[in-house]
């Protein structure tokens, strides 16, 4: 039975301090290992929640620019 909010082929995708789990949602807090800069495509990450491992595929950095007037 799916889940509500992951879509049918199983990936989610979210920011850095609350990706979902792509088995049961429950956000996961992945800040400690972009610390340790273990965030590679093919890392494995285990769920907090529901203990089942998903694998990162894919990593997309957003660059934020901040202007002042002049």
Same mark, same amino acid.
């Given at each position: 039975?799916?889940?509500?909010?992951?879509?049918?082929?199983?990936?989610?995708?979210?920011?850095?301090?609350? *990706?979902? @789990?792509? /088995? =049961?949602?429950?956000?996961?807090?992945?800040?400690?290992?972009? +610390?340790? $800069?273990?965030?590679?495509?093919?890392?494995? *990450?285990? @769920?907090? /929640? =529901?203990?089942?491992?998903?694998?990162?595929?894919?990593?997309? +950095?957003? $660059?934020?620019?901040?202007?002042?007037?002049?």
């Amino acid at each position: 039975m799916p889940v509500p909010g992951i879509p049918a082929q199983g990936t989610t995708n979210g920011p850095l301090h609350a *990706v979902p @789990c792509a /088995h =049961c949602g429950a956000r996961q807090d992945l800040r400690l290992l972009d +610390e340790q $800069k273990l965030l590679d495509m093919g890392q494995g *990450v285990v @769920c907090d /929640h =529901c203990k089942r491992t998903s694998r990162i595929v894919g990593v997309r +950095e957003t $660059k934020v620019i901040v202007l002042r007037q002049m």
